[in-house]
């Protein structure tokens, strides 16, 4: 009996062969890094390893350079008014070695990505919170004349200045916790919102010029800038922050994006810059009677407000990455950017229980979560804090950072660092991710997660995580070549190479494409990017089906059925037939497979629907991981 048709966006892949191969060399060399859970490797060089001509029987990750999603900005964190002055505690010997740790792309991870409070947040090392226009109580200051960034001239400014100058591709990110207390209801830069008050928006939106301006000028052009970070945010503990719903925030961007313009056509505006999902906190502070604005960034994208807006950014404290291709669907023409996110700790936890879930977590949901899920950037919260957590003023007590300066004066790198370092020195602004299949999901199932990009210099990175516990070994495919790999239980990997071969198919995801199955123990139907398209949740026995409907009819010449990390669940038989109107159908491939990923070669078919039948037994299921089509 069948089952009904699921509505999936399945990950199938058009491409185009370009004829026959072209003299290539014999290998290409691959240059391997590794991060352990355990700390017995941390960004360490292994021995290189080859291409080999060829597939492979293991579970194959296979990258496809002429499928291209974002273009990446860069990878980092934040150097927070606390983080400075944790670096200034250091000799001046010891900062420069830490800045260099941080921001040289040879001697260190070359951090290429710094998101910056405009003004004070929770990380402050000051007595007390401060704007760049603070005024007594009472007073107003519309005219701007007490604006000064003089506060971060001592500290901050400098360090910025100095990690530019080790990675100049290094981008800026602004981002304000609190407009000054005096443009607020209530008086304070702790919770509050704007006065509902045109004059108020243009007072604000002169404010934020003022600062780029300011900026720019002491050397640290800013290429975003955020209105508010975390707007739904309306208790913040002890720290600024404001409620800023999405009619103000609109109000403020159509003020500014026109001044902006005006003096910084590099400064681009980024929109929403919270949570995947409204945090359930948020939605219980909502006042009474108004909208918890849970479509928050789609009602930001869609008002006027929309054509200064460069795309939206996200954190991490609720939800999950998913979230962001929702958006990217509902509006392809703007950007994501992921923004912020800190690792944390319990009040028990030991050093390596923290270190462990950290680097865990971060890889596949950060790492690869946001970057698989069109993210420009990955960005952690604060690059530096000391032992205690801080300093901080207000807000979290068991954040962590990319280094933590210890009681005896070293400096010690977090489980953040190598996260972020396994992007920031491998994969160069400008890169484009490219096609990789991706076995894991961000909520873990033990299986193995990728991403890969194109660099500008034509290089390749692709990063791999390990997400059981014990050793996995699978193989890399590009074209005609692969080679295998034994990654460690619950390690990250970088691989780089130079160019494999230029007739590498070229991918076009078939978004329109859903799946059907005939079998009544048909297990989940899902997205193929990241998880599984299906298992029969029984031995394999004939008959057992899988049909695919491209939406309209394509031309193709060839079928990859990948059953990924699920060992042994390849069909030992199969038959291929098409349709067009999905009644009559046509056999144009039978044959038996032996490995995780089965690639079949056809004549040139113009079909919309693809049935493949399972016409072998095994008492193993059958899965499938990924389904690609080649035309």
């Not at 010891?94 to 040879?106: I, N, V, Y």
Request: one cysteine or more; aromatic letters at 8%; charged letters at 15%.
């Amino acid at each position: 009996m069948r089952t009904p048709a699921f509505g999936v966006a399945l990950a199938l892949a058009a491409a185009s062969l370009t004829g026959p191969a072209q003299a290539h060399p014999a290998t290409t060399q691959v240059s391997v890094w590794v991060t352990t859970p355990d700390r017995a490797e941390l960004l360490h060089e292994r021995a290189p390893v080859s291409f080999h001509d060829g597939a492979s029987d293991r579970t194959t990750i296979t990258v496809d350079p002429r499928t291209t999603y974002q273009t990446m900005d860069g990878f980092g964190a934040a150097l927070t008014d606390s983080a400075a002055a944790v670096l200034y505690r250091l000799s001046p010997a010891d900062r420069e070695q830490t800045m260099r740790k941080l921001f040289d792309p040879t001697q260190g991870i070359g951090v290429s990505f710094l998101r910056q409070p405009v003004g004070s947040s929770d990380f402050t090392a000051a007595s007390e919170h401060y704007t760049y226009d603070d005024v007594p109580a009472g007073q107003t200051d519309f005219g701007l004349k007490h604006f000064s960034i003089a506060h971060d001239e001592q500290q901050v400014l400098p360090l910025l200045r100095r990690a530019k100058q080790l990675n100049p591709q290094l981008e800026v990110m602004a981002t304000p916790w609190s407009p000054p207390a005096w443009m607020k209801t209530g008086g304070s830069l702790v919770g509050g919102r704007l006065q509902d008050d045109p004059k108020v928006y243009d007072a604000y939106a002169r404010y934020l010029v003022k600062f780029v301006q300011a900026y720019a000028k002491a050397g640290v052009p800013v290429d975003y800038l955020s209105i508010q970070n975390e707007p739904q945010n309306r208790k913040p503990s002890g720290y600024p922050g404001t409620d800023m719903p999405v009619r103000q925030e609109a109000a403020v961007i159509t003020a500014l994006g026109p001044l902006l313009q005006k003096v910084s056509l590099r400064t681009k505006i980024l929109g929403y810059d919270h949570n995947w999902t409204t945090h359930p906190g948020d939605i219980a502070s909502t006042p009474p009677g108004e909208d918890p604005e849970t479509d928050y960034p789609y009602k930001l994208l869609r008002s006027p407000a929309a054509q200064w807006i460069a795309g939206t950014a996200y954190h991490c404290y609720s939800g999950d990455p998913s979230k962001q291709t929702d958006l990217h669907n509902a509006f392809p023409s703007k950007g994501i950017w992921f923004t912020e996110c800190s690792g944390s700790h319990g009040p028990n936890d030991t050093p390596p229980q923290i270190f462990r879930g950290t680097l865990t977590w971060h890889a596949r949901t950060l790492m690869l979560g946001t970057t698989r899920n069109w993210a420009k950037s990955v960005v952690n919260w604060n690059i530096a804090l000391d032992s205690t957590g801080g300093p901080h003023l207000g807000g979290c007590d068991t954040c962590t950072g990319l280094v933590t300066l210890q009681p005896d004066g070293t400096v010690t790198t977090d489980a953040e660092y190598y996260t972020i370092g396994h992007l920031s020195k491998f994969v160069k602004p400008g890169a484009v991710r490219i096609g990789s299949t991706s076995y894991g999901t961000t909520g873990w199932n033990g299986q193995l997660m990728s991403a890969a990009f194109r660099n500008p210099d034509g290089t390749t990175a692709l990063l791999v995580h390990n997400e059981n516990d014990d050793p996995r070994t699978f193989a890399v495919a590009v074209g005609g070549q692969s080679f295998e790999y034994e990654l460690p239980g619950g390690a990250i990997a970088t691989y780089t190479w130079g160019r494999v071969r230029t007739d590498v198919p070229q991918e076009l995801t078939v978004r329109s494409a859903t799946a059907s199955v005939n079998a009544a123990d048909a297990g989940a139907l899902i997205d193929g990017d990241g998880s599984t398209v299906w298992q029969s949740k029984a031995a394999q026995t004939p008959g057992q089906w899988v049909q695919v409907d491209l939406g309209t009819p394509q031309t193709f010449r060839q079928v990859a059925l990948d059953s990924g990390g699920n060992v042994g669940d390849q069909a030992r038989g199969f038959d291929v037939a098409v349709s067009n109107d999905g009644s009559g159908w046509r056999t144009v491939a039978s044959g038996t497979s032996s490995s995780q990923l089965t690639t079949i070669a056809l004549p040139t078919t113009h079909a919309r629907y693809i049935r493949i039948t399972q016409t072998g037994s095994a008492g193993s299921w059958w899965s499938l991981a990924d389904l690609r089509v080649y035309r």
